[in-house]
């Protein structure tokens, strides 16, 4: 059974301790200081839990976890950098360049993901050893996936190792596509998913940010799966327009339904007729506001959202 791009489950750890994270701002573009020495926590908290709550009217489920207040871990609201769950019953734990983001992996997460979603755990991947020999590959931050071609994939950056990208693939089964893409400040994406994003029947893509010597092949790579190539552009990108994810749910009346999340700075950085293809492509459109989590934390809603697939014969 071919694994599906999208699933209807996901994990979500809810922040104990958010705030802005020195330790990654140096290769994190998108990341801004706080404006003022006031506590983020409680509007990080609400906006996460208006997220999680939009979410769950849309159909989908969310396997809520509790973040620890100590140690304090302020990106613990970005799971999919640390996890990532797989159809075939493959756990990967990634390796993370900032040393205070390597306390977030916690095997009480997956144990609940297991029990809570009815997730069946068969092979545990550990790619974390590469943090000792300053190899980094950080989930589906680092990786964007494409399950039913399988194809990964990947910006190279300092998060984003093509040695650990070689193995994960060799390991998994699918074929790395590895490229240069930088920001309007000339410095690579931190991640892959600020500027990709594939779903069921589109794919969005900063394409003009990829290096020349590269984009032909990405984009014919890109193209050869069938899906929509959508355009954005380097202004959508610094507003997260990349970091979307599309997710599967259940309408009675429609049956399968396909539920795009994207935040409020997102949605407003699309013109009127890219915002016209994206909805042509799914059956609706679930915008949030995350605007706390955006600013300090350098990442958007699809970073907030460790997907948690369907198995077969489950």
Request: charged share 20%; aromatic share 6%.
């Amino acid at each position: 059974m071919p694994q599906q791009q999208c699933v209807d489950a996901v994990l979500m750890i809810r922040p104990a301790a958010f705030d802005y994270n020195p330790e990654t701002a140096g290769t994190n573009a998108l990341q801004r200081p706080p404006a003022s020495g006031g506590s983020a926590q409680p509007l990080a908290r609400a906006e996460f839990d208006a997220c999680v709550g939009s979410l769950r009217s849309e159909g989908i489920r969310v396997c809520v976890i509790e973040d620890t207040a100590q140690p304090a871990k302020p990106d613990a609201v970005f799971p999919n950098n640390w996890v990532s769950f797989h159809a075939d019953g493959t756990v990967v734990l990634y390796p993370l360049q900032a040393a205070n983001r390597r306390l977030e992996r916690r095997q009480d997460a997956v144990d609940r993901v297991a029990s809570e979603l009815g997730f069946t755990v068969r092979r545990v991947l550990d790619l974390t050893a590469h943090e000792t020999r300053g190899r980094y590959l950080e989930g589906t931050g680092s990786l964007v996936l494409d399950h039913v071609q399988r194809v990964a994939y990947a910006c190279r950056s300092p998060r984003t190792h093509p040695e650990v990208v070689a193995e994960w693939s060799r390991e998994m089964g699918y074929e790395p596509v590895l490229f240069e893409a930088r920001g309007r400040d000339g410095v690579p994406f931190y991640h892959t998913n600020v500027m990709l994003s594939i779903g069921s029947r589109a794919a969005v893509a900063a394409l003009a940010a990829v290096d020349g010597h590269d984009r032909s092949r990405v984009a014919q790579r890109l193209a050869a799966a069938g899906r929509e190539l959508i355009e954005i552009d380097q202004e959508a990108v610094s507003c997260f327009a990349g970091n979307m994810l599309e997710l599967a749910s259940w309408d009675e009346a429609l049956g399968d339904v396909s539920v795009l999340v994207m935040s409020a700075s997102a949605r407003g950085a699309l013109p009127a007729a890219t915002f016209a293809r994206l909805s042509a492509c799914v059956d609706s459109i679930l915008v949030v506001p995350v605007p706390t989590i955006e600013h300090l934390g350098g990442g958007s809603v699809r970073c907030m959202l460790a997907e948690v697939p369907v198995q077969p014969g489950r």
